[in-house]
């Protein structure tokens, strides 16, 4: 099993920065793809962006605009978002995948970008 503690969201104001961090714990030493998926309300959780050896993937919503990034020695994975609009306010969880353990999901942090 994989824990996920996820940390960084807030409030900001549109054109801001925020920095999403994700440790993993437990069962980690198969861990193929880390990534964030977002949910709004009414709507369906939506991949924001992944990274599998070295390869990485972004939704064209976030691209020029957010980064992940991995740091496998501490087994946690960051997203810098920049120049946040409204539309990217959700709650924004951290996803782990891993041969032994399948797909795990941290609790969430909200992320709102109001004025």
């Known amino acids: 099993q994989v824990q996920l503690v996820e940390s960084g969201g807030g409030l900001v104001q549109p054109g801001g920065s925020l920095r999403l961090s994700c440790v993993a714990s437990?069962?980690?030493?198969?861990?193929?793809?880390m990534g964030w998926y977002r949910q709004a309300p009414g709507k369906r959780r939506e991949l924001v962006a992944d990274?599998?050896?070295?390869?990485?993937n972004y939704a064209d919503s976030v691209k020029g605009r957010f980064t992940i990034s991995r740091d496998n020695a501490k087994n946690t994975v960051y997203l810098q978002m920049n120049s946040l609009k409204p539309e990217d306010t959700a709650v924004y969880y951290c996803?782990?995948?891993?041969?032994?353990?399948?797909?795990?999901w941290g609790q969430g942090t909200q992320v709102t970008v109001s004025s």
């Open positions: 996803n782990v995948r891993t041969v032994v353990s399948g797909w795990s």
């Open positions: 437990g069962r980690v030493s198969s861990i193929y793809n």
């Open positions: 990274t599998s050896g070295g390869t990485t």
